[in-house]
């Protein structure tokens, strides 16, 4: 049975991050490397890992030592309490077997528990497996961009 746990409590180091990063980059719209990585001013995924593990939290879910998908959430924001999600990608293999609803589920809990009282996610606007997932666990779309969406979900 697969688990949901924080990156600092895990087996996995950064270039284990990285990696999932590199092998779902193409599922993203435009890939991951470009959405992210040109949005936060670095050059490569494990800079970015680095970033995300200095100032957020790494959710992973896994079974034994294989990474089924990883969620990012920054939940640090005691101006707004609004918590984002900038990265939740589960890998091809383990798609469509509740692993994103367990990520998700998790970011929930674990924004409350930081005391955020809203959580934020983008998405491109034809990624509609994404928007079926997010309107599912209650997120509203609140901004409408030329290629992205904004959704929003009170905590
Ligand atoms: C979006 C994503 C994270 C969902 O993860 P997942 O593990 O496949 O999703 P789950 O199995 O937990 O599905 C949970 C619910 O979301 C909905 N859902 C998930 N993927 C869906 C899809 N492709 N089409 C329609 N509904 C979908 C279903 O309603 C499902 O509920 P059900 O089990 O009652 O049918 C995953 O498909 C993914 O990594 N996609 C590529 C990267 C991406 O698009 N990330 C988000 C962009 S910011």
């Known amino acids: 049975m697969s688990r949901i746990i924080l990156f600092e409590n895990s087996i996995f180091n950064a270039e284990n991050i990285t990696q999932v990063l590199i092998d779902v980059n193409h ?3 435009p890939d991951l490397k470009t959405r992210i ?3 936060s001013g670095l050059n490569t ?5 680095n ?3 200095c100032n957020g939290s790494i959710l992973i879910s896994c079974e034994k030592e294989v ?3 990883v969620c990012m959430i920054y939940h640090n924001d005691l101006v707004n309490f609004t918590a984002y999600i900038p990265i939740i990608a589960v890998r091809n293999n383990f798609q469509k077997k509740g692993v994103g609803q367990r990520l998700l589920e998790y970011s929930f809990e674990l924004a409350v528990s930081n005391k955020m009282k809203k959580i934020v996610i ?3 606007k034809t990624n509609d497996g994404a928007i079926q997932f997010y309107n599912k666990n209650g997120f509203v779309v609140t901004e409408q961009h030329n290629f992205d969406i904004t959704l929003e979900k009170n905590l």
């Not at 995924?45 to 890992?49: A, D, P, S, T």
């Open 37 to 39: 990585l040109k949005k």
């Open 51 to 53: 970033k995300v593990i």
């Open 45 to 49: 995924f494990g800079e970015y890992v």
């Open 27 to 29: 599922m993203f719209n």
């Open 122 to 124: 983008k998405t491109w």
């Open 67 to 69: 990474i089924e998908g």
